[in-house]
Structure formats: C-alpha cells, structure tokens
C-alpha cells in the first residue's frame, strides 16, 4: 500500500489523502462493534494453537460484555477449547474459567452493575470470583462510579485489593478529590500500585493546574518505584515519566533512563504528543530504535492529531505506522491493535478491517478486530448513536 505522505504524488495534500477516502467514511456506519466482533470470532477458528485460540477468544467475550451482547459474550466463553491431552490443558481451562471474569468486569464497564455481581457470584472458582470483582471495580472506578467500586473492592484481598484501590484512587482524583486519593495511595502494600496511583493523581494534579502539588506527587511516585522489582519497575517509571514531561520537566523524565527501565524514551514522546506538542513527539521519535516503540508513538502523535481536528494528516501517520509494523514479529498483535484503533478513530473503520482481516497470522487479525471493535463503540458513544 503506498503511503499518504505530502510528497508522495499520489497524495499530494493532506486534502487530498481525506478526499480519497470519504466513499470509505461513509460506510463507516455499516460497521458494529457486535458485526466486527463476529468477524473476530469467525477469524480465531483459524488459530491452531488451542492456548492462543483460548487467550483470543477470552479477549473477544470480554469486548462483547463491554459493548452489551451478554449472549454472545458467554456463548464465546463456553465455547472456548480445552483439549485433555494438550501439554498446556490446565493453562486452557484457566483462560475459560477467567473469561467469566473479565465478563463481569465488561458487564460493569456497559453500566450493568447488578449483571456484573451476579457473574462474578456465579463463579465458583475462589480465584476466577476475586479476580472478576477486581474487574468491576476498576471498570467502575474507570467510569467514575466510586461508591459501587469500593463495595466490589471489599470482595478482593491482598495484591487484588491494591489492584482495586489504584483504580479508585486514580478515579477520586480525577473526581478532584485528590485529599482522599492521596490517603487511599499511601495506603496501598504494594510499591508499584502505589507508584502507579501517586503518577496517576500527578497526572490530576497537572490537569487541574497544580504543578507544584504534581511534583510532590512525581516524588512520592518515585519514591515507592524504588522498592519495586526490576522487572515490574518499567511501567512505573513510565507513568511517572510521563508525568515529569506534562509537567513542563523534560529533563526529569529523561533522568529515569538511569533506572535501566525499559521505553523510557517511548513514554517521552507519547506524553508529548498527548500534550500536543508533535514536534517534540517528532523529535523524540527519531531517537527511538526498537521498531514497536516507533510504532506505538506513530499511534499517539496519530491520535493527538484526530484530536487537533486533523484526520487525514492521522492517516498518513498510520500508514507509515503500518509500514513499520510489518517487520513486526511477537509484537505485531499489539502493534496492529494500536494502528486499527487509531484509524478507527480517525473515522476510516473500512480501511481498518480491511487492514486488520489481511493480516495472515489469523491471531494479528482478532486482536486488530477487537481494538476497532472498542473504538467503533467509542466512536458511536461520542456521536450519540
């Protein structure tokens, strides 16, 4: 596929690259999240491998529930394999039995908490219950209802229950609460929760105008990603990065490549470009190597375009993010779902399936499937319909 760019005579303007593609726009409609989930399902009957077969349809019951199809969301979760004599069975059954928990989580995330208790209460494995009441809680506390996530946190305990209690922290400073958020995060056992929910209200702070109040909150953050361990230490120095960068301290976020965590750099250029500033994002991206990293910047500086109103410039940003892309292994999956969503947002959902559904590794396919499936549903929350 040739790419959009300004110099490339095929598109000569970005104009020009949205003008081609408005027939497209216009079919956007004939896509559903329900048609695209099915489409997914169809497509990971072609999965050979029975654990990975397990883990795609666990992830397509999930978006199911969020979208509503409660139906569907548990016709998929009965129908996932279990094969005795695979060397992984037990593996199998673990992902069946979890996908009733992430139901529960999805059944809260469409606003159906009554629903939500009664899948996580009819689940009788102990693990499988504690792990779908973590689920609702945070699908709550993401959609701001505090009050019913803190009653779904008291049926979790121990690393759950932090889980459970991040999420209703993140979610009270949202609310502007940062008081109570701030008590709740010190509370926390866990280093990386609480590192995880000091960045999280930084990021409040920082909406909200408070950077110095933001920066005693970056502090706190770091401070318990100290006691964490190496190999969980990256996404809270990630979070915190971005936190140093909206908070006007660029050469605080850089400093945290010292820690030896890993998509430091990465974090840089994505806060950047939800900050808006593409051409820091641009400049940052060009000291980026690994080629996923690349690609999961491309998607934000996209996003952040759809964002400034400018869609067809997305696209051309996509196209050289699906460029990059296909020299992508093990990390493709979550690569292509980062690109179909973004170009779902930027209004092309047919030119997305039809990207997702030519990928010839059929697990690429449902997990691209499932991301423009969630963004056609946020598309169509947004519009109303």
């Known amino acids: 596929m040739p790419l959009r760019t300004r110099s490339n005579p095929l598109f000569p303007c970005a104009a020009a690259a949205l003008l081609l593609h408005l027939p497209t726009f216009a079919r956007a409609a004939d896509f559903t999240s329900q048609s695209l989930l099915a489409d997914a399902l169809t497509a990971s009957s072609g999965i050979n491998d029975n654990r990975q077969r397990a883990i795609a349809m666990y992830s397509i019951a999930q978006a199911q529930a969020e979208s509503g199809d409660l139906a569907a969301a548990r016709q998929t979760a009965a129908a996932i394999p279990v094969n005795p004599t695979d060397a992984d069975a037990q593996g199998e059954a673990a992902w069946k039995t979890d996908t009733y928990a992430v139901i529960a989580g999805g059944q809260a995330k469409a606003g159906d908490f009554p629903g939500a208790q009664a899948t996580a209460e009819s689940i009788t494995d102990p693990q499988a ?141 994505i806060a950047q470009a939800e900050m808006g500033d593409l051409t820091s994002a641009r400049a940052t991206l060009a000291q980026v190597s690994d080629t996923y990293e690349q690609v999961c910047v491309q998607a934000s500086i996209a996003e952040a375009q759809i964002k400034s109103g400018d869609p067809a410039s997305a696209l051309q940003t996509l196209d050289a993010a699906k460029f990059a892309a296909a020299t992508l292994t093990d990390s493709l999956p979550d690569a292509a779902a980062r690109i179909a969503a973004a170009e779902t947002k930027a209004g092309d959902t047919a030119t997305a399936a039809q990207w997702a559904k030519s990928q010839q590794d059929p697990f690429v396919e449902v997990t691209a499937l499932i991301s423009i499936a969630r963004a056609q549903n946020s598309n169509n929350l947004a519009s109303g319909n």
């Open 129 to 269: 219950k504690q792990d779908a009441y973590l689920n609702i809680a945070q699908s709550l506390a993401e959609k701001g209802d505090i009050t019913d996530a803190r009653v779904s946190a008291t049926h979790t305990d121990g690393i759950d229950r932090d889980r459970a209690n991040a999420a209703i922290a993140q979610a009270l400073a949202t609310a502007g609460d940062i008081p109570s958020a701030k008590t709740l995060a010190a509370d926390l056992g866990a280093p990386e929760e609480q590192s995880l929910a000091f960045a999280a209200i930084a990021q409040a702070q920082i909406k909200s105008g408070d950077i110095p109040a933001a920066r005693l909150s970056i502090l706190a953050a770091k401070a318990a990603a100290a006691n964490v361990p190496q190999y969980l230490s990256s996404t809270c120095y990630c979070a915190i990065a971005s936190a140093e960068v909206k908070a006007n301290d660029l050469d605080g976020a850089t400093s945290l490549e010292k820690t030896g965590a890993a998509h430091i750099t990465e974090a840089i250029a």
